[in-house]
């Protein structure tokens, strides 16, 4: 029914930068809020940042002044623009979007999640 299709990863120095992109598809859904998180090997899956369809966003402190989410709610679509990336920044990033489903509100979905990795 809800499909979320992520890209953008790779492999990137350090100082780098990558733009992500998770884009919706599917029927009888509507978003209300989607974001990023990213899990490295060994520890518990973070938020990166979020985004409201109204333009309300959070970011983790660790993405603040280098990492920037935008939206076009037209396309359902979520991005996020990655600069000076570091090490610590190595994970594997998932889409996640707060949907309300044939009629339902409050579902979450995940995408497949994209391999960031940044080397020295």
């Known amino acids: 029914q809800v499909q979320l299709v992520e890209s953008g990863g790779g492999l990137v120095q350090a100082g780098g930068s990558l733009r992500l992109s998770c884009a919706a598809s599917g029927s009888s859904f509507s978003i209300n809020a989607m974001g990023w998180y990213r899990q490295a090997p060994g520890k518990q899956r973070e938020l990166v940042a979020t985004i409201t369809s109204g333009g309300g966003i959070d970011y983790a402190g660790s993405a603040k002044g280098r990492f920037t989410i935008s939206r076009d709610n037209a396309n359902n679509t979520v991005y996020l623009q990655m600069n000076s990336l570091k090490l610590e920044d190595t994970a594997l990033y998932y889409c996640?979007?707060?949907?309300?489903?044939?009629?339902?509100?409050?579902?979450?979905?995940w995408g497949q999640g994209t391999q960031v990795t940044v080397s020295s």
């Open positions: 996640n979007a707060d949907l309300t489903l044939h009629g339902t509100y409050g579902i979450h979905y």
